[in-house]
């Protein structure tokens, strides 16, 4: 889901920076980095994927810092973690974007987002009923693309990827 691009960057991270600071933590290059490189993009990012494009881009970074940093940024509402059926999370950013849902071909992998009010007004009275106030959401459907041949193209561009 895209949004305003830097008006929400600066938000975000002068929301970080209060966050850290109300935690007494260190807001350091490297932890804004991760920030800034997920509201840069605009597609779900694994822990890994995040760490080699940071270092790509010369950012001295441990893989150890990404994690806990995504483990702050979830904390403070500005990342959803969400799972697409791999064995690792995937991250994005959440802040300004509007809840969404992903549906899933498992067969093939391919993402699309969703968004209804009505499934937002949902979940908020869901929380409300159960004593909470509603943060973030993030949902998962899984099912296979009704176009059989289109999802078996994917597929086969899948494994040339991976060859
Ligand atoms: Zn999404
Ligand atoms: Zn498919």
Redesign the pocket.
Known sequence: ?SNKGGDTTAKVESLFKTFMKEERLRCTRERLSVLREIYRSNT?LDADELFVRLREKGVAISRATVYHTLDLLFRYNLV?K?DLGHKHTHY?KSWG?AN?L?IICLKCGK?S?ATSSELGGMMEKLCREHGYSLGSF?LQLFGECIDKEACARQVKEKCKENA
């Open positions: 889901m779900h959803t969400i994005e974007v969404h992903h993402v987002e993030s």
